[in-house]
């Protein structure tokens, strides 16, 4: 009888030859771009980017997974870290045992722009009681920074808003918004436009608007209990993720913790209370319980369409937002969701085990002269009982002037995706959070499997052209217990090529990177580095 591995992989080549199939196409829609004429068979070289998530220094490396720059910065990531064409590190600040938001996955608090030598070039804080950003930004044609947040406001309100109270235990609700900075260097920065999802719910139209009380009649709109799990996890599975969310480096954590040599005043009392929460924590996390409503984790921005899409992991689903809009439209209807996909039983017109996408991460629009250019790309992470991650790409379809149409009655396109990436033996390409996904001008896929730090090439055609291990890592004294499950994991991996505008803006400003990155064997796999001497920066 087939292995487990061997039917799952079997299925996956079906789905892929069926994505193949092209449909018949519909008037007025734009066609999807073709994929003819990409045959790589060989890595596209270049520097990758990395943050580890346990480390406070950035990393640019060449094609054998060598150093050749880095910036030392004053947090681990929270999270996404991009090089601007400027030369310069843009990057998501995480908050320190922030009083509200400390045990959120991909927490952050702020953004930083560096110079090649460090220097702090723009400091730009989210984070206060009322809010916090976090994961992911994206810089504008116009220098302006999209980024995402947390709205924080009280169970009362959620409840107010339809909220089960099956599904909030704690006493808070963390809705989900976007918000548009223009950067005032070198501290701050002006809101010019924002959205926010709690505008947009079904549950609190106005009762003259007939129809509004059903998620299937207006799917554009937001069904406060969509998220709902009929097959929730019990409170240990919800520990266990806790547990590996912290110890990934991805919540939780402080970065002033004592080393493990700390003076040794109050270790008897320290021992005797061994695995005894504290109190003021665990009062803490009772309150917040399920308070993170959308768990938005990427954000991405198309200038040709002047649209935004979210990557909603709560939801299963990437929905896609008018940006060519006031704030104060973004209020009201124009406001609401252009398209969304991944799980149609989030608006009622679906079922729970026939999601696309689950837990994903890295939404994105393919760039143009790329393979698939127009199309949405994403690492899907995987969930029960798929416990095994693929690389997925897709053509929604629209209208020359970006709308998204579909057939009364019936979910947003398409059934099938147009490409997707799975390990010949699934569960060994696997991971349950972060992670990311680009496609590179070659036509291949560069693929950051995150929980196992782990980068990788694939062709269109799925053969690994190159393959790496981060060995990276943070100092062992900060999170010795957590840095032995995950020391290299990383939130996303980025390859930048040798005439990229940011790489010739490093060399230019007196970075030393090198005019060849070289190619690197095709598996580069991890070693075990050695101890690295504690890095500081002294706080002011």
């Given at each position: 009888?087939?292995?487990?591995?061997?039917?799952?992989?079997?299925?996956?080549?079906?789905?892929?030859?069926?994505?193949?199939?092209?449909?018949?196409?519909?008037?007025?829609?734009?066609?999807?771009?073709?994929?003819?004429?990409?045959?790589?068979?060989?890595?596209?070289?270049?520097?990758?980017?990395?943050?580890?998530?346990?480390?406070?220094?950035?990393?640019?490396?060449?094609?054998?997974?060598?150093?050749?720059?880095?910036?030392?910065?004053?947090?681990?990531?929270?999270?996404?870290?991009?090089?601007?064409?400027?030369?310069?590190?843009?990057?998501?600040?995480?908050?320190?045992?922030?009083?509200?938001?400390?045990?959120?996955?991909?927490?952050?608090?702020?953004?930083?722009?560096?110079?090649?030598?460090?220097?702090?070039?723009?400091?730009?804080?989210?984070?206060?009681?009322?809010?916090?950003?976090?994961?992911?930004?994206?810089?504008?044609?116009?220098?302006?920074?999209?980024?995402?947040?947390?709205?924080?406001?009280?169970?009362?309100?959620?409840?107010?808003?339809?909220?089960?109270p099956e599904l909030l235990e704690g006493q808070e609700w963390w809705a989900g918004a976007v918000y548009e900075i223009r950067p005032t260097p070198p501290e701050g920065g002006d809101v010019v436009w924002s959205?926010?999802?709690?505008?947009?719910?079904?549950?609190?139209?106005?009762?003259?608007?007939?129809?509004?009380?059903?998620?299937?009649?207006?799917?554009?709109?937001?069904?406060?209990?969509?998220?709902?799990?009929?097959?929730?996890?019990?409170?240990?599975?919800?520990?266990?993720?806790?547990?590996?969310?912290?110890?990934?480096?991805?919540?939780?954590?402080?970065?002033?913790?004592?080393?493990?040599?700390?003076?040794?005043?109050?270790?008897?009392?320290?021992?005797?209370?061994?695995?005894?929460?504290?109190?003021?924590?665990?009062?803490?996390?009772?309150?917040?319980?399920?308070?993170?409503?959308?768990?938005?984790?990427?954000?991405?921005?198309?200038?040709?369409?002047?649209?935004?899409?979210?990557?909603?992991?709560?939801?299963?689903?990437?929905?896609?937002?008018?940006?060519?809009?006031?704030?104060?439209?973004?209020?009201?209807?124009?406001?609401?969701?252009?398209?969304?996909?991944?799980?149609?039983?989030?608006?009622?017109?679906?079922?729970?085990?026939?999601?696309?996408?689950?837990?994903?991460?890295?939404?994105?629009?393919?760039?143009?002269?790329?393979?698939?250019?127009?199309?949405?790309?994403?690492?899907?992470?995987?969930?029960?009982?798929?416990?095994?991650?693929?690389?997925?790409?897709?053509?929604?379809?629209?209208?020359?002037?970006?709308?998204?149409?579909?057939?009364?009655?019936?979910?947003?396109?398409?059934?099938?995706?147009?490409?997707?990436?799975?390990?010949?033996?699934?569960?060994?390409?696997?991971?349950?959070?972060?992670?990311?996904?680009?496609?590179?001008?070659?036509?291949?896929?560069?693929?950051?499997?995150?929980?196992?730090?782990?980068?990788?090439?694939?062709?269109?055609?799925?053969?690994?052209?190159?393959?790496?291990?981060?060995?990276?890592?943070?100092?062992?004294?900060?999170?010795?217990?957590?840095?032995?499950?995950?020391?290299?994991?990383?939130?996303?991996?980025?390859?930048?090529?040798?005439?990229?505008?940011?790489?010739?803006?490093?060399?230019?400003?007196?970075?030393?990177?090198?005019?060849?990155?070289?190619?690197?064997?095709?598996?580069?796999?991890?070693?075990?580095?050695?101890?690295?001497?504690?890095?500081?920066?002294?706080?002011?």
């Open positions: 009888m087939p292995s487990k591995s061997a039917l799952a992989c079997l299925l996956w080549s079906l789905l892929l030859v069926s994505c193949s199939a092209k449909a018949e196409p519909v008037p007025g829609l734009v066609d999807p771009p073709s994929r003819e004429g990409w045959a790589p068979d060989a890595a596209w070289p270049g520097f990758t980017l990395i943050a580890p998530l346990q480390s406070k220094r950035v990393y640019l490396v060449d094609m054998a997974g060598d150093e050749v720059h880095s910036w030392l910065t004053e947090s681990k990531p929270g999270v996404a870290t991009y090089l601007t064409p400027r030369g310069t590190l843009l990057k998501c600040q995480r908050s320190i045992d922030h009083p509200i938001f400390q045990d959120a996955g991909g927490h952050g608090g702020g953004i930083q722009e560096l110079d090649w030598n460090g220097d702090v070039l723009w400091n730009f804080r989210w984070d206060s009681e009322d809010g916090l950003s976090h994961h992911d930004i994206e810089e504008m044609p116009n220098g302006n920074v999209l980024l995402i947040a947390w709205d924080r406001t009280t169970r009362e309100v959620a409840l107010a808003a339809g909220r089960d959205w926010h999802a709690m505008d947009h719910l079904i549950q609190d139209r106005d009762a003259q608007l007939s129809g509004y009380g059903d998620p299937a009649e207006h799917p554009e709109r937001i069904d406060i209990n969509g998220d709902r799990d009929p097959d929730p996890p019990d409170e240990e599975e919800e520990a266990a993720q806790q547990e590996e969310m912290t110890a990934l480096g991805y919540a939780g954590g402080d970065d002033d913790a004592a080393p493990a040599d700390a003076p040794e005043d109050g270790q008897e009392d320290a021992e005797e209370n061994e695995g005894e929460e504290d109190p003021e924590d665990a009062a803490r996390k009772a309150r917040v319980k399920h308070a993170d409503w959308l768990h938005t984790n990427a954000i991405d921005y198309n200038p040709a369409l002047d649209q935004i899409v979210l990557s909603v992991r709560r939801y299963d689903e990437v929905w896609i937002l008018d940006h060519g809009i006031t704030t104060e439209e973004a209020a009201g209807p124009a406001g609401d969701l252009r398209y969304r996909w991944g799980n149609p039983f989030a608006y009622g017109m679906g079922v729970w085990e026939e999601r696309k996408l689950l837990g994903q991460h890295h939404v994105q629009w393919i760039e143009d002269g790329l393979l698939g250019a127009g199309n949405l790309i994403l690492f899907n992470n995987g969930a029960r009982p798929r416990e095994w991650s693929s690389a997925d790409e897709w053509w929604a379809p629209r209208t020359a002037d970006g709308r998204y149409p579909r057939d009364p009655g019936e979910p947003w396109g398409p059934e099938q995706l147009e490409w997707s990436y799975s390990a010949p033996e699934p569960e060994d390409f696997s991971s349950s959070f972060i992670s990311g996904v680009q496609r590179l001008p070659n036509g291949n896929t560069l693929i950051c499997s995150g929980s196992q730090g782990w980068v990788f090439e694939v062709t269109p055609a799925g053969e690994t052209v190159w393959d790496w291990k981060n060995p990276y890592i943070g100092d062992p004294d900060e999170q010795e217990d957590d840095m032995e499950r995950f020391p290299n994991a990383l939130f996303r991996a980025t390859r930048y090529g040798t005439d990229d505008p940011g790489i010739r803006a490093l060399r230019a400003k007196g970075a030393p990177i090198p005019d060849d990155p070289g190619t690197g064997p095709a598996t580069n796999q991890y070693v075990e580095p050695e101890e690295e001497p504690n890095e500081e920066i002294e706080e002011d």
